[in-house]
């Protein structure tokens, strides 16, 4: 038969343990608690780029501001993740490259379109004081539509985004964004004049803008 006392000692090691062991809940629910963030955010991006010849056609995106409404919440460092709507203009020029007679080449064609972007994103990061670092990674759909003229359609292709950023806060619930982004996607199919150069175009996105923090 065990001791009374070796009974009363054995209920209270049990009891610290317990005790400690919600303690450690309690600190970690806070830790995790101090890391979210779920907010709302509008930026203000420029898109620059690249071009792309396939079989002597040269397929060129025009540079163009844009906006961009994100909606995110991060749960801890690796737990994090977004949703995304942007819009900017998407004009495409097409223009052949080859050899031909004096007069007989074909003519260069530009169609003027809008961009409808959709993603979703994975956003890892790190928070300290009021700054937090983050990454980007996704997938999503870009939608090109022409705004005019005869002979065109519109397009819709997988995109894929990446990329990194940082946010200030300045007030308790309001703070500075700035961020690059890097867009890869299919070349858009937007004429019938030319076709597409079927390639993967790439297209950089530095952005600056405000988040309000629910």
């Not at 065990?2 to 919600?22: C, D, N, V, W, Y």
């Not at 819709?156 to 990446?162: D, G, H, I, N």
């Amino acid at each position: 038969m065990i001791p009374l006392h070796g009974l009363i000692q054995e209920g209270l090691m049990q009891t610290k343990r317990a005790s400690f062991t919600l303690l450690v809940l309690l600190a970690c629910l806070g830790v995790s608690a101090a890391f979210a963030q779920t907010d709302v955010a509008l930026s203000v991006y420029g898109t620059f780029n690249t071009s792309t010849t396939v079989n002597l056609t040269t397929q060129t995106p025009s540079n163009a501001a844009g906006g961009m409404l994100e909606f995110r919440h991060i749960a801890n460092p690796v737990l994090g993740f977004e949703a995304t709507y942007s819009f900017n203009r998407a004009n495409q020029t097409w223009q052949y490259k080859g050899p031909c007679p004096v007069g007989a080449c074909p003519v260069p064609t530009s169609v003027s379109a809008d961009a409808h972007t959709i993603t979703l994103d994975w956003v890892p990061s790190v928070h300290a004081a009021n700054l937090r670092a983050f990454g980007i990674a996704g997938i999503g759909m870009l939608v090109s539509d022409p705004t005019g003229g005869a002979n065109t359609s519109s397009s819709t292709t997988l995109v894929y985004a990446c990329g990194a950023g940082l946010d200030w806060g300045l007030l308790p619930h309001i703070g500075l964004r700035g961020q690059f982004r890097e867009m890869t996607y299919k070349a858009p199919d937007l004429t019938t004049l030319y076709s597409s150069t079927d390639s993967f175009l790439h297209t950089a996105e530095p952005m600056l803008g405000v988040y309000f923090r629910f």
